[in-house]
């Protein structure tokens, strides 16, 4: 045997059993400390809504139906709030645009659903408003002139007042918690370059009047302009506990909403659908790969025996990849992976058609192992390629119009159909090499167990 295919075979074995080492339910994760370098993480399977159960929250924009939405705000609004819904500490959420005016959030494995819409609800539209030399107190509701239209007559009732909004949100670039002189806690702001200019110009031309600071329409802080700031660096304060100003923080930093946004609807999905779904693929897919790996034993004998231990080697393999990428399963996903595993014995199948017509013609097992794969290459490849294209388009299909399952599925079949290529090109090429190596004559003169 070459030396080359000892150090592919010790390089296979490695690797399997790294695969079955992640792939195994209970593993520990992986706990590492070298020097000044801490390794902590768990490693286990993700799994989607339709499988772990949640939350799905149809966000809309409230705004009028005749008020059009400028297309870049919604995906600047989609954004902020999947990092919001991120800093909820949720495991892989899915959160999508639906048509012009919607936002599909999804939220598997929730454990305080009211929280999370709550969370949601509170879409953290921050304005800076003018309110001239009126002082309003915190908790004031106000009406402002922010994306409403005043030559509407229906739009507000002429006994409301209407203020006017001199910053928004999407000025902010940053916002922490501080403490002031006397320990109290304090919101410390920063304005992007635009911002920094209007609160200049405003602040120089408006010393001695209020400035209130609002949050979804309601008045956090009223301060008085006591002279300009011209670096758009400021503070808020108000009568809050550190919990309420780490809460408000982390409103604006990912909520600072070009366009608000109201929950529509809410639906809760339990686990018992889940869990049977699980049931079921994992006895669908032992059933389908047992039937497999007979078939191949019968029908190949033993390159089929070889081809059902590079099987086992890819599902590990690729197993082990969904759990320390981490990818989401989903009932689709599965079907991805499960289609995959056709895929790879396809992939054999060539191989070993190629090789048989070979012997058939008279030539060596060592020559029909080699001219069976070169053959059966470009076959595999451009099967293979085409199905990566398919995957590519249902993943932007699944991204447009927001089918997040369809991606689940163009996810694990993609990943399944690279890693089968690996397994039926390296995997199986090596073992059929190491078993000429090591039983080649008996093989050439029992061709029965070559299947020919």
């Given amino acids: 045997m070459r030396q080359r295919d000892i150090r592919l075979l010790v390089l296979i074995a490695i690797v399997t059993v790294l695969a079955a080492w992640v792939s195994w339910p209970n593993n520990p994760g992986i706990r590492l400390r070298l020097g000044g370098l801490t390794i ?10 339709d499988l772990r159960g949640g939350m799905r929250v149809l966000l809309e924009a409230d705004l009028p139906a005749q008020h059009e939405i400028d297309p870049e705000s919604m995906r600047a609004a989609r954004n902020i709030v999947e990092s919001r819904v991120n800093a909820l500490g949720v495991t892989e959420p899915v959160v999508q645009s639906v048509g012009t005016r919607r936002i599909l959030v999804e939220l598997p494995g929730i454990e305080d659903p009211e929280a999370a819409v709550a969370t949601l609800k509170e879409t953290g539209l921050m304005e800076w408003v003018d309110t001239g030399g009126e002082f309003l107190p915190p908790g004031t509701v106000i009406q402002t002139d922010y994306l409403i239209d005043l030559t509407d007559t229906d739009a ?4 409301e007042p209407i203020y006017h909004t001199v910053l928004t949100g999407a000025h902010l670039r940053t916002a922490r918690v501080e403490f002031d002189q006397s320990g109290l806690p304090v919101i410390a702001f920063e304005l992007n370059a635009e911002g920094a ?7 120089a031309n408006n010393v001695g009047q209020f400035l209130s600071i609002v949050l979804d329409k309601v008045i956090i802080s009223s301060p008085r302009i006591s002279t300009a700031i011209p ?8 009568q809050f506990s550190v919990d309420e100003a780490r809460s408000i923080v982390l409103q604006l930093r990912y909520g600072a909403l070009p366009i608000p946004l109201q929950v529509i609807d809410t639906q809760a999905i339990g686990p018992t659908l889940g869990e049977e779904s699980i049931d079921r693929s994992v006895r669908a897919g032992i059933v389908g790969l047992a039937a497999i790996l007979i078939f191949m034993l019968i029908y190949y004998r033993v390159p089929g025996l070889l081809a059902d231990i590079a099987l086992i080697i890819y599902a590990l393999i690729t197993l ?15 079907a991805g992976f499960l289609l995959s595993v056709g895929v790879a014995v396809d992939a054999n199948i060539l191989i070993f058609e190629r090789m048989r017509e070979e ?3 008279g030539n060596s097992l060592q020559r029909s192992i080699e001219t069976g794969f070169q053959r059966a290459w470009t076959s595999i490849f451009d099967s293979n390629v085409s199905t990566w294209i398919i995957c590519a388009i249902l993943w932007v299909f699944g991204n447009t119009f927001g089918a997040s399952m369809v991606k689940g599925f163009a996810i694990t079949l993609a990943l399944g159909v690279f890693v089968s290529m ?3 090109v390296v995997v199986t090429r090596t073992f ?15 061709r029965w167990l070559l299947a020919v």
Avoid: M, W, Y
Avoid at 231 to 238: A, E, M, P, S, Y
Avoid at 320 to 334: D, N, S
């Fill in 359 to 361: 012997l058939r013609q």
């Fill in 231 to 238: 670096d758009g660096r400021g503070q808020i304060t108000g």
């Fill in 432 to 446: 059929l090499r190491a078993a000429f190596a090591l039983g080649g004559e008996k093989l050439d003169e029992k």
């Fill in 422 to 424: 690996f397994t039926a």
């Fill in 40 to 49: 902590d993480r768990d490693i286990e399977t993700h799994l989607g809504l």
């Fill in 156 to 159: 507000v009732t002429p006994t």
């Fill in 320 to 334: 082990a990849i969904l759990k320390l990428v981490p990818v989401t399963l989903t009932l689709p996903g599965i």
């Fill in 197 to 203: 200019d209007i609160f200049s110009q405003h602040t």
